[in-house]
């Protein structure tokens, strides 16, 4: 599916939706499975990555489970299954997927006591995983590959019979989900004591609770994107103040950008509207917000604003290497960035392009919602593998309508309408 997109005719004015946290509700469905029910996870998000959590935790105790493009599910699935007694799973993917980093995450669980086999290259999916209680006790894991490693074994910790003493071997990379980890099994009733040594979690069971997701705020970077580079008005239902998700920090990022932030507590929404107050230069570390790192770059680039974001070190593993597609779509519209494996920046520079720029999602969701903001800018730019939004935000490309954009099929010549 690809689309041609068209800007609004108009100033913006919206009122837009927003899913259920992707994140928050990822960690639901796995708390709730874990404390057999005793936690419910009340109305989680219904996108891909949550669909394929759900399809897993009601499969058989002996299958094949296939989590398609969803690392989040790959990472605490790998966890949940090998604590699982009984469990005999086969765990695979995409492609892609398949060569994204497992090792650190099953190197620890095996010092732990679990039984994992890999079905073809070491530190890689696909995996068999033979389920059992573990014995629990001390683990050190590389916490500069993806803190989806140590969410996914705090869950599990108060399974295990020793518990759980787990350091953390480097900087940890997004702290901030590792915190939200966390603050959600103290709310269902497991401490989590952090100590110089790290952080300890002792045996226990969690406790009857009901854990509720809140709107997401990563799919709220899009939007306050469209309002950075239309200078409109948009509403985001839902979305509260005080949120302990880490892309929350967009209220503050994208206030740099000349994006002011109203929350209205009563409805309960965020007020968005464009502000001439924009900084001259973003220089910016997104260790604990690197999935913002696309909506921000797009920005940048289209208001003329040079950039230095660092901290980017997870986004090569993502669904694609986030950083150097940034750099090659970019490039479609003049935009020339250098990178390191952990940086991205522009400064100012921009070269003639001579045609209406098609730009690839890489099959990444994320990418394909960044760069359909360049439209406007430049009318009729088209969005290729559009459907990639599936992932996180289905309703993405209606949403997008609402603020005016017009959306046509790409693959027919444009404009065209049937007679």
């Known amino acids: 599916m690809n689309y041609r997109i068209y800007p609004p005719e108009e100033i913006v004015e919206a009122t837009v939706a927003v ?12 708390i709730e499975a874990i404390s057999r029910g005793a936690v419910e996870a009340g109305d989680t998000a219904r996108c891909r990555d949550t669909e394929v959590i759900r399809a897993a935790l009601s499969a058989p105790q002996q299958c094949t489970v296939d989590v398609a493009d969803s690392g989040t599910a790959l990472r605490f699935l790998t966890a949940y299954f090998a604590a699982t007694d009984g469990a005999e799973i086969e765990l695979g993917g995409s492609e892609r997927l398949c060569h994204r980093p497992i090792g650190p995450l099953v190197d620890a669980l095996r010092s732990l006591g679990a039984s994992i086999e890999y079905m073809g290259e070491a530190g890689h999916a696909p995996l068999k995983i033979y389920g059992r209680k573990l014995q629990g006790g001390a683990v ?12 996914a074994l705090l869950m599990i910790a108060p399974t295990m019979a020793d518990g759980l003493r787990l350091q953390l071997d480097g900087d940890a990379v997004s702290q901030s989900y590792i ?33 509720e997701a809140e709107r997401d705020w990563s799919a709220a970077t899009f939007w306050y994107e469209a309002v950075a ?17 880490p892309d929350a920090a967009a209220a503050d990022i994208f206030g740099r950008l000349g994006v002011t932030t109203d929350f209205d507590e009563t409805p309960g929404s965020a007020e968005l509207a464009g502000s001439p107050d924009v900084d001259p230069r973003m220089n910016i ?42 750099s090659e779509e970019l490039l479609k519209i003049g935009v020339t960035t250098e990178s390191t494996p952990d940086s991205l920046t522009w400064e100012g520079r921009r070269m003639p392009f001579a045609e209406l720029p098609r730009f690839s999602a890489h099959g990444d969701h994320r990418i394909a919602m960044a760069f359909a903001f360049v439209a406007a800018y430049i009318p009729g730019i088209v969005i290729e593998d559009a459907d990639v939004v599936e ?25 065209d309408t049937e007679s």
Do not use: H
Request: glycine letters at 8%; hydrophobic letters at 40%; aromatic letters at 8%.
């Open 391 to 415: 992932k996180s935000y289905p309703g993405f490309w209606e949403e997008l309508q609402k603020c005016g954009f017009t959306i046509e099929d790409a693959d027919t010549e444009p404009n």
């Open 140 to 151: 050190t894991i590389d916490a500069t590959v993806s803190s989806q490693f140590v969410s």
């Open 179 to 211: 915190r939200l980890t966390m603050s959600m099994m103290e709310r269902a009733g497991v401490e989590c004591d952090i100590t110089p040594d790290g952080i300890y979690v002792a045996p226990g069971q969690y406790r009857s609770c009901r854990l």
């Open 19 to 30: 899913p259920l946290s992707k994140s928050v509700s990822a960690r639901a469905l796995i």
């Open 229 to 245: 580079v239309t200078s409109g008005f948009i509403t985001v239902e839902g979305l509260a103040d005080g949120s302990r998700q």
């Open 285 to 326: 570390c997104l260790v604990d917000n690197p999935d913002m790192a696309p909506a921000l770059a797009v920005t940048c680039a289209m208001i003329g604003v040079p950039f230095r974001f660092t901290g980017l070190s997870t986004l090569p593993a993502k669904e694609c290497d986030r950083i150097a597609v940034i």
